[in-house]
């Protein structure tokens, strides 16, 4: 019984590893291997393109990934087709698409290329495809559309009006923007009743379950007010948003909490961050951006500093200059005291991009390198790090050495030549002393060779 439980065991093992392995072959089957031909014949179709390493690791990750994505683009009927080129293969090619490192995403819309920067999952790939494959500027022709596209769309940017220097400036910034956005267009009448326009034409952003209305004069170029109103203003955090969020010359407001700890102080510092956002956002929005982050270690990484969890830190990405609270946080009025503190220059700015700072980095970066080392592979941080100050101690320790033995054979030189000296006037003494002359004995004792001469 025992044999046949194992027998059935290892056929049901092999029958998953079949599924399995076909599976992948299923996926790979719709992402196609691109060679050289593929310059030439891609402007007759819209391709998103993997350009990677076989060494690199990151490549490797994505490879499943990209096998879904695939699938997936084939049973929804995407014209979107997907592919994969070895960017050391044919290097050629992939610096004229400016691929400067593995791996990259491209969509390839005619003339056109578009860089993928987003979270590397099936679904945020799959939705930069549909977004940067299809118009440039979407028409919202009816209120039903309006309304399908606030309940898919968490941000979205429409332009209301006609034909205007305001519109050439919002095509302009969408070709530019659309890898990151959606953007349409509507006329006055589909816009739902709550909102309120001073003038016409105007762009809008809708984010937020409200909408905030481009002003020229206090928001300036429409590029960068659009790079800047793109996210959410309550956001969760990690190192990729971050630094997505540099671009955007906007303070990021930060509640660094562990969200396993479900102690009152690590939910309410969570809860006074959400209620700023939320009810102080006319007053901020243009300034800040609001958040959590689960666990301290990238900004500890950042800020070359360790926090005490719960805690809130304000950073300026931009720069890389950061405030610290100043004051204990017991409700929605000490944060917003807080960050107007912080505006106003009261808050002492720490951290920043000086050449002391810099340089601060750098000895950062590489004590936080060699820990890392000897925590994942004390054998290998032995190799790498002992190995070449084992050599540098050998070459010191030759070199030493060999000074010291030059700086002994000198002295002996030295003492030779004096003896040689000494030996010469003492036979000078004794050719001079008178022959009849009693014997006296020698005031300084004589060398050895001296006397067993005169014995002579």
């Known amino acids: 019984m025992a044999s046949l439980a194992g027998r059935r065991s290892r056929a049901a093992l092999g029958l998953c590893a079949t599924v399995i392995l076909l ?37 490797k990750k994505l490879e499943p990934i990209w096998n879904e994505v695939g699938l997936e683009m084939k049973s929804i009927g995407s014209p979107v087709k997907v ?28 003339d056109l290329a578009y860089n993928y920067r987003g979270p590397r999952t099936k679904d945020d790939i799959i939705e930069f495809a549909h977004r940067v494959s299809g118009a440039l500027i979407r028409p919202l022709p009816s209120q039903q559309m309006f309304e399908h596209v606030q309940k898919r769309h968490r941000v979205f940017f429409v332009y209301i009006g006609g034909e205007s220097p305001l519109k050439e400036k919002y095509i302009d910034a969408a070709s530019e923007l659309i890898v990151y956005t959606y953007f349409f267009s509507a006329s006055e009448e589909v816009v739902p009743e709550y909102v309120t326009l001073k003038e016409m034409p105007a762009v809008l952003v809708f984010k937020d ?12 170029d429409l590029s960068a007010w659009i790079n800047r109103e ?72 950042l800020l070359m500093d360790e926090l005490t969890v719960p805690t809130v830190v304000v950073l300026n990405t931009s720069n890389q200059q950061y405030f610290l609270l100043d004051r204990q ?54 190799f790498l790090f002992g190995l070449p100050l084992g050599v540098i101690s050998i070459m010191c320790y030759g070199i030493y050495t060999a000074d010291t033995d030059g700086g002994y054979i000198e002295e002996r030189y030295e003492v030779s030549k004096s003896e040689l000296e000494s030996q010469e006037q003492a036979e000078e003494s004794t050719e001079q002393e008178p022959s009849g002359g009693g014997s006296l004995a020698p005031t300084a004792q004589e060398p050895k060779d001296v006397l067993e001469k005169k014995k002579d």
């Open 209 to 220: 379950e409200t909408y905030f209305v481009y002003d020229e004069y206090e928001d300036g």
């Open 230 to 301: 793109r996210f959410q203003n309550y956001l969760t955090m990690d190192g990729f948003l971050l630094y997505e969020l540099g671009d955007t010359g906007k303070l990021v407001a930060i509640a660094v909490i562990d969200e396993k700890n479900t102690s009152v102080e690590h939910t309410r510092l969570k809860s006074i961050i959400q209620e700023v956002a939320r009810d102080y956002r006319d007053h901020f929005h243009r300034d800040f951006q609001f958040g959590h982050m689960d666990g301290s270690d990238y900004i500890n990484t």
């Open 23 to 59: 599976d992948m072959a299923f996926c790979k089957g719709f992402v196609e291997d691109l060679d050289e031909s593929f310059k030439d014949n891609r402007k007759d179709d819209i391709w998103l393109v993997d350009f990677y390493a076989p060494w690199c690791g990151h490549c």
């Open 83 to 110: 592919g994969k080129m070895d960017a050391t293969s044919y290097s050629s090619i992939a610096s004229e698409f400016g691929v400067r490192g593995y791996p990259t995403i491209k969509l390839l819309k005619g």
């Open 329 to 382: 946080i017991s409700d929605a009025k000490d944060m917003v005291q807080f960050i107007n503190n912080v505006l106003d220059g009261t808050v002492e700015a720490q951290g920043g991009d000086s050449i002391l700072q810099r340089l601060k980095r750098i000895v950062f970066d590489a004590k936080s390198t060699i820990v890392s080392i000897f925590k994942s592979s004390p054998l290998m941080g032995c």
